[in-house]
């Protein structure tokens, strides 16, 4: 005959109640262990991430820039870089095409015309009007980045606005005055019959505003610099001038660390490099010997 079930003790029982809790402490210990600290990199790293210089489409590509197969992952799952995080180029380019560098701001890709490393400036093109119609592409995104390692030029920059498809408010006719803005380039077109597209450089923008050429379906603002305005007059820009404008690109410069990023500019300050995540987080300093330093070389218990 089978004995009855036996009941819990007094003891066992009294410590039902702390399971859920015990299984939390144990969860909150296991599992960022099973990830890893995000701000520990391992002793060491693969130096062919940091390579010296990696020629793309005819452009040297060094640090703090580097290649998007240049991120490596650790056992414990952290993500790093040889160089700062919003400076990733992507070599494009498969079999019998000539590798082109391409830089993603804001979720759009931008060409890499030139980058110059003594004043800290790369130079951009808009991929989509470049690889558009040859004769009048037409840009079709606003340039956004995050300012934490790049900015204008505030010296050599302007900008292109476009209208596109516009309702002018007096008639079926351009009005004389902005007759030379109306974009008249061979090639582009509109799909809203009834309507006209303009271009205004940054001084000419107040005409626009003055026939409320807000009210467009679309309008777009292109930075360019300011030396490829030169010699453009309005209606020059509106018969594709503004095409070449556009291919020369526009620049932007990145900051270099400094004190007040006080981990890179001390690890840069020993000869490092300096290793993000993908959160711009700073992971560590990429020193010579494949060592890794915390926040400099010197300090780094291999060297």
């Known amino acids: 005959m089978m004995s009855p079930p036996r009941l819990l003790s007094t003891a066992m029982a009294a410590h039902l109640p702390r399971l859920p809790f015990l299984l939390f402490v144990f969860l909150a210990v296991y599992v960022p262990a099973s990830h890893g600290n995000p701000a520990m990199l391992p002793t060491t790293y693969d130096y062919s991430m940091c390579s010296d210089s990696v020629m793309c489409g005819g452009v040297n590509i060094t640090y703090p820039f580097y290649l998007s197969d240049g991120i490596r992952e650790t056992a414990n799952y952290t993500s790093y870089s040889c160089g700062y995080t919003d400076l990733k180029i992507t070599c494009q380019g498969g079999e019998g095409l000539n590798p082109t560098p391409v830089v993603r701001l804001g979720g759009d890709s931008y060409t890499v015309l030139d980058i110059s490393y003594d004043s800290s400036t790369i130079i951009l093109a808009d991929s989509d009007v470049l690889l558009g119609s040859p004769r009048c592409p037409k840009p079709c995104h606003n340039v956004t980045f995050d300012h934490e390692w790049l900015r204008y030029n505030s010296s050599s920059y302007d900008n292109l606005t476009f209208f596109y498809d516009c309702y002018y408010k007096l008639g079926d006719r351009v009005p004389p005055d902005i007759h030379k803005y109306q974009i008249n380039c061979s090639g582009f077109t509109s799909p809203l019959a009834g309507t006209a597209s303009f ?90 010997g494949r060592k890794v330093g915390n926040p400099e070389c010197k300090s780094s218990s291999l060297e």
Do not use: I
């Open 199 to 288: 271009v205004f450089t940054d001084e000419e923008l107040g005409t626009a505003q003055d026939y409320e050429l807000a009210h467009c379906d679309e309008n777009f603002t292109v930075p360019v610099q300011r030396k490829a305005l030169m010699g453009y007059e309005p209606y020059m820009l509106a018969r594709g001038g503004y095409v070449d404008v556009l291919k020369m690109g526009f620049e932007l410069e990145w900051n270099r660390a400094t004190k007040e990023k006080d981990q890179c500019y001390r690890c840069e300050g020993s000869g490092g490099r300096c290793a993000y995540g993908q959160s711009k987080a700073f992971l560590g300093c990429l020193c010579s």
